[in-house]
């Protein structure tokens, strides 16, 4: 189990433990956390698991692909630097406590 870190645009903190393995908009949407959808169920056809990783832990993730990266270009939410798809994100101990913001316009 790895402690993951969810924060709403309007401050609301979730925090769980997170299943090894599965990706962080799985742990977004198995434990019912505001702003992030997953509609394609983690294909990259969507952007709508979009989040901005707190810049502690920025480093700790793979870099982009291309894919995401070109994916992270139609966001709703405005495309900032720690921007990341959560469906590419893995849980595992590299990405213990790690914080993410969910953008308000996901809500
Ligand atoms: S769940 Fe669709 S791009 Fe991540």
Redesign the pocket.
């Known amino acids: 189990m790895t402690k993951v870190t969810f924060i709403s645009a309007d401050g609301i903190k979730t925090v769980v433990d997170a299943k090894d393995g599965d990706s962080l908009?799985q742990t977004a949407v198995n434990n019912s956390v505001d702003g992030i959808?997953?509609?394609?169920?983690?294909?990259?056809?969507?952007?709508?698991?979009h989040v901005y990783v707190d810049a502690a832990f920025a480093d700790r993730l793979p870099p982009l692909s291309d894919s995401e990266d070109e994916?992270l270009d139609s966001t709703v939410a405005e495309r900032r630097q720690t921007s990341r798809?959560?469906?590419?994100i893995e849980i595992g101990p590299d990405v213990e406590g790690i914080i993410v913001h969910t953008p308000e316009e996901q809500q």
């Open positions: 908009m959808v997953g509609e394609c169920g983690g294909s990259m056809m969507c952007a709508t698991c994916m798809l959560s469906c590419q």
